[in-house]
Each structure stands twice: as C-alpha cells, then as structure tokens.
T-cell receptor, first 114, second 109 residues
Framework: GAVVSQHPSWVICKSGTSVKIECRSLDFQATTMFWYRQFPKQSLMLMAT?????????EQGVEKDKFLINHASLTLSTLTVTSAHPEDSSFYIC??????????FGQGTRLTVV | GQNIDQPTEMTATEGAIVQINCTYQTSGFNGLFWYQQHAGEAPTFLSY??LDGLEEKGRFSSFLSRSKGYSYLLLKELQMKDSASYLCAVMDSNYQLIWGAGTKLIIKP
C-alpha cells in the first residue's frame, strides 16, 4: 500500500510556542490531505481538508488562525499549531488521498504542551 | 444528520470468531472503510467495501449491505494482538470520511 510519513512522531513544547507537523506522501501524489485530531478514548475528529495549491477548508469550531495548514505540493502538507496551549495537547493524524477513494494515514504526532 | 453506530466494546476469546457491526446514515455513499487502531497509534487500513457482499482478506472479512446501511467486520482465529479498537468510516458524497466512535475489542486467553 501507499506510504504516508508524518513527522515528528512526538513533540513536547512550551506554552506560547508554535509547532509544525509535516505530512508527506512518499510514493504517490496526494490531491487531498486531511488533518485529524484525536483525544484519548475518542474518535478521530476531522479538523480540516486541504487541496494542493488552495486554502484549507476548516471544520466548524476549528480556529484557522491557530491551526495553520499549508499544502504547497502534491506530496507535502503541514499543520502548524500556533501559540500552543496545554489544551492543544493531543494526537494529530494526517491522511492523504490519491485520485482513488482510498485514504492512507500517517503515523500520527503526539503533541504535549507544557 | 450523519451518523455511524458501532458497539462501544466487545470481548472475545483467543481462537474464536467475532463480528463487529456498523450501521450508518450518511449523505451519499462512496464506500465504507474498516480501520484497526492500537492504543496510541494511528489507524491502520483493513478493508474497503463499495459494493454489496463479502470481501475476504486472510483472517479478516468485511461485509456490506448498502440498502440496509449496514456493514460488519468478521475476525477469525482471534489472536491476542487483535486486541485493539476497530473503526468504521463511511465516505460521503463529498468524499469525506465520517467516523464511528470505534469498537474496543478485548481478547481473553
């Protein structure tokens, strides 16, 4: 199957700083990438959908100025959590879709804000 | 509204068979996915059904009935490593995934 690489796997940062998470499709071109957030023992929550070369579409309740998404190429999307707070601590997962309907997930990034 | 329903938790015995059901109501349908997720890890793709019927892949099989809005994941010859959460997700008419809350499967020796 196709490979999606997400980096870093885990990160600890101080309150008020920004953290960037990268999502790369290694062996296919991802026309669409999705960013999810998962709280412990809860289902995945879609944060935003990004298409290469255009602005991301954010789900209701997700602050677009806080969670900056850039999908600059067909193989790379980034999520930047700006001015992080402890409540932003969570598991962030990206998913990339090619021209077919199958979606492939990155490994996830565990963010801890202290 | 759109919703996906699956049991919260199930328990089964090592070596046995377990069926995890999923019912859905979505705006449009472009396929149903099953994912396995171990604690603290990202989901792993298990199966994709878009046509009615049974898809078999090793110890795992997935069934779909679009007219009933119903799917199940069948796990045979259960192993301890199968203890995980199993997520059902439907791709709607906008090609977005609508996720169920997941079924936590506990395997006992």
């Amino acid at each position: 199957g196709a490979v999606v690489s997400q980096h870093p796997s885990w990160v600890i940062c101080k309150s008020g700083t920004s953290v960037k998470i990268e999502c790369r499709s290694l062996d296919f071109q991802a026309t669409t990438m999705f960013w999810y957030r998962q709280f412990p023992k809860q289902s995945l929550m879609l944060m935003a959908t990004s298409n290469e070369g255009s602005k991301a579409t954010y789900e209701q309740g997700v602050e677009k100025d806080k969670f900056l998404i850039n999908h600059a190429s067909l193989t790379l999307s980034t999520l930047t959590v700006t001015s992080a707070h402890p409540e932003d601590s969570s598991f962030y997962i990206c998913s990339a879709r090619n021209s077919d309907t199958e979606a492939f997930f990155g490994q996830g990034t565990r963010l801890t804000v202290v | 509204g759109q919703n996906i329903d699956q049991p919260t938790e199930m328990t089964a015995t090592e070596g046995a068979i377990v069926q995890i059901n999923c019912t859905y109501q979505t705006s449009g349908f472009n396929g149903l996915f099953w994912y396995q997720q171990h604690a603290g890890e990202a989901p792993t793709f298990l199966s994709y059904n878009v046509l009615d019927g049974l898809e078999e892949k090793g110890r795992f099989s997935s069934f779909l009935s679009r007219s009933k809005g119903y799917s199940y994941l069948l796990l045979k010859e259960l192993q301890m490593k199968d203890s995980a959460s199993y997520l059902c997700a439907v791709m709607d008419s906008n090609y977005q995934l609508i996720w169920g809350a997941g079924t936590k499967l506990i395997i006992k020796p």
